[in-house]
Nanobody, 117 residues
């Protein structure tokens, strides 16, 4: 069973920065897609940023230019650098890794990010 542990969340003022880290119990390269999602109270979980095995990266329009996703195969981590945070970024952020075949998704427990005005 793959386990994901997120860390780095917290409370920051608007304009501040946070770096989220997701440590996987298996090597990152064993998954086709890795990334971060977030869910605010009363809203659907949404994609924040993903990275494919071949290096293709996709960001939500709302975070482009502010967030950067990266992976470290040695440390088995998926990181999310978040700059110029806005109150609307407030949410629980979840790490996700996906294997296409056999099809399987794994999720972390989530880490809270709160951005104050």
């Amino acid at each position: 069973q793959v386990q994901l542990v997120e860390s780095g969340g917290g409370l920051v003022q608007a304009g501040g920065s946070l770096r989220l880290s997701c440590v996987a119990s298996e090597a990152i390269f064993r998954f086709n897609i890795v990334g971060w999602y977030r869910q605010a109270p009363g809203k659907q979980r949404e994609l924040v940023a993903t990275r494919t095995y071949v290096g293709n990266i996709d960001y939500a329009d709302s975070v482009k230019g502010r967030f950067t996703i990266s992976t470290d195969n040695v440390k088995s981590t998926v990181d999310l650098q978040m700059n110029n945070l806005k109150p609307e970024d407030t949410a629980v952020y979840y790490c996700n890794v996906r294997r296409v075949f056999p099809a399987k998704d794994y999720w972390g427990q989530g880490t809270q990010v709160t951005v104050s005005s």
